[in-house]
């Protein structure tokens, strides 16, 4: 019996209960609410916060052409197969004319249904910050709603889009044989931050030398951790290699699990998005403390070569220090 | 005659004068400055600051596998054959163990040799936003010496790259033939920032085809402003279709003068910088104002789902305002 004075819990006890049912609608719309930003999502994270922590977060990046999406796809009936409820998180720089990501979307969730595999893309429009502020808490609302396993899907060549992936407790990225040479494919600068690689479209021409080429740079490379990242290939159209691909995600979960790396990896992960919060409120709170037309005159000196933003920004530093 | 009490530019007059007849030992001492950041890097860009501001920056962006680095060679050796000092700056996410960057560097100045074009890569280490502003000075840099046109090349895929080529004057987005299917390339959601479409490599099967698929997205957009990027095809290695290239950069050049929008760009460039700048300095004096063990317990509670990001983000923004 509730009373009609007791102020509502924002979204909602049944809604909240919904989402830990999987309720697909109910998950959409949480989604929805948290890729909008403001109060309203701040209260539905802090209110499922208590709820997470539980879901494997894998990261999935490469460059266009490397076959993510229908690798994804593949990884996720197979982990399906194993029983495990799976979410996808397609991140896509799609603009938002092209209307890419819808097409692209229904037809993802044709080659998935009856898997109950759920499904989102989120556009980065406006700022990566943003963006990334936006999956992570899509993610937590994955978490919150019971799946198991979240993959995070983005295009790898950008270091907004490998920050995202790399916060993830395990880090896939893909090369597929044939995209320039060898030497641009590993120069892609995200090998680094795999805990497996992948030669996807393996039934190409060069896949081999591709393989040979990412071993050769793991040995190369004299800072990694005790974790050497398997190389894998697979054809992700007809399914070749991903069962092997599932069980190498597995052996990095449960190495993680054992070595004790999962705290170290959320810290980071809380920590990176604790300071974009306040370094964005803390602008916020600066830019309001000043008219437009001050910072108007700011930027006019600049563009006038009167004075450079260093030192524009340590006089703006200054008066507020003094204020 | 100078006074020995006098202070010394902390730069050296002779540099500067150095820097101003693009002496290259000069131009790379000082990039090398700026990309190292810090008092030195700021007391150098306020002292050629007033010296900056006439160089045309022109932005190549595109996937791997574009031909990206070649296209740009062609570009400034056609330039050279105009009679314009032409700078490259390199913009690479080569992950520091490859040694990619270097043996590219190398290559490509073989290929430049007698030209007098300077090239500079700049690798995407750490944090982007402290590439963006290392770029953006490096910029000043060369433009302080007197090149006229700055070639800023950047792997397209990721925000954080696409913003560093949306800040220069104009911005050429590549695509090539045969990057996985059409859809897939026009995905990459750089469109909409290019002021030139090129499709390279355009003597591969499929270019016209790629061609057309950018003239019917360049059709959907309804939020285009009055310039209609040109799509242009290219071979960058036969060097074909390179001059009209470099006309129609010309002409976006010519149209950004007449309709007074170089000031408009200037300005974003530099409002976006003064914001970073202030965002990074101001959570670094609250990083400052607490013990580490303090922030590790705030961490600490949030990696234990005891309270949320936010909740914890809004108690240290007020505790400062109480302070």
């Known amino acids: 019996m509730s009373s009609p004075i007791l102020p509502k819990p924002p979204f909602g006890e049944s809604l909240v209960s919904n989402l830990q049912i999987r309720d697909p609608l109910t998950v959409a719309r949480a989604i929805t609410r948290v890729e909008r930003g403001g109060v309203a999502a701040r209260e539905l994270v802090r209110e499922i916060f208590p709820l997470t922590g539980r879901a494997d977060l894998i990261g999935v990046t490469g460059a266009p052409g490397t076959g993510k999406s229908t690798l994804v796809n593949a990884m996720a009936k197979e ?57 992570s808490d899509a993610a937590l609302v994955l978490d919150a709603a019971n799946f198991e396993t979240i993959l995070i899907e983005t295009v790898g060549a950008g270091q907004g889009e490998v920050d995202i992936a790399r916060y993830a407790h395990t880090t896939l990225v893909l090369e597929a044989p044939g995209l320039g040479d060898d030497i641009q494919a590993i120069k892609a600068g995200i090998l680094e931050i795999a805990d497996v690689l992948v030669v996807n479209k393996a039934d190409r021409d060069g896949a081999n030398a591709t393989a040979a080429a990412l071993e050769m740079n793991l040995n190369l490379n004299p800072d990694r951790t005790a974790w050497r990242p398997p190389v894998l290939k697979t054809v992700a159209l007809t399914g070749k290699g991903v069962p092997e691909l599932v069980d190498a995600i597995a052996s990095h979960q449960s190495y993680i699990r054992q070595h004790d790396l999962r705290r170290a990896q959320e810290t980071a992960r809380f920590r990176n998005k604790l300071h974009e919060l306040l370094k964005t409120e803390l602008l916020q709170n600066l830019l309001d403390r000043y008219p437009d037309s001050r910072w108007d005159a700011w930027l006019h000196e600049i563009t006038e070569r009167k004075r450079d933003v260093y030192t524009i920004a340590n006089e703006i530093l200054r008066n507020k220090n003094n204020a």
């Open 79 to 135: 982990l399906h197969a194993r029983g495990k409820h799976v979410a996808i998180l397609a991140v896509d720089p799609s603009s938002p004319f092209t209307g890419g990501a819808i097409l692209g979307d229904r037809l993802r969730m044709q080659d998935l249904q009856g898997t109950g595999v759920f499904i989102r893309s989120m556009a980065s429009r406006g700022q990566l910050g943003g963006l990334a502020a936006a999956v």
